[in-house]
């Protein structure tokens, strides 16, 4: 028996096939992606598909990554504009955003809900 991909999953694959990014290393997209949608089935997410591959991370008060670094502000994500595109999932929807700005002010907005970050 096939297991369904996530609705995350799901609603990222088709956003991909439909703008046609990824362009190189789709397996971000295609394992690292989906992984990590498994993983962290009920997190909400932003997605950044790119040119050359794609950037996934949890949104949550403290969204520090790896490199103990904010990973949806945006002076971290100019780096990835260009051919990027910048959303969100809530969980039922796929968001799109004009910019990394517009897509930090939504992600802060949701987060905070109004307070404001220490």
């Given at each position: 028996m096939t297991?369904?991909?996530?609705n995350g999953y799901l609603a990222i694959?088709?956003?991909?096939?439909?703008?046609?990014?990824?362009?190189?290393?789709?397996?971000d997209l295609t394992v690292h992606d989906r992984r990590w949608i498994e993983a962290n089935i009920t997190a909400?997410?932003?997605?950044?598909?790119?040119?050359?591959?794609?950037?996934?991370?949890?949104?949550?008060?403290d969204p520090i990554d790896g490199a103990g670094?904010?990973?949806?502000?945006?002076?971290?994500?100019h780096a990835?504009?260009?051919?990027?595109r910048f959303y969100t999932w809530d969980g039922?929807?796929?968001?799109?955003?004009?910019?990394?700005?517009?897509?930090s002010a939504a992600i802060r907005e949701l987060v905070y809900k109004g307070e404001e970050p220490c």
């Open positions: 297991r369904r991909a996530p694959r088709d956003e991909a096939k439909a703008i046609g990014l990824p362009k190189e290393f789709v397996t909400p997410f932003v997605w950044i598909p790119r040119e050359c591959g794609t950037f996934i991370c949890r949104i949550t008060r670094n904010h990973s949806w502000d945006p002076p971290g994500w990835r504009e260009g051919a990027a039922a929807e796929l968001r799109e955003y004009r910019d990394a700005r517009e897509c």
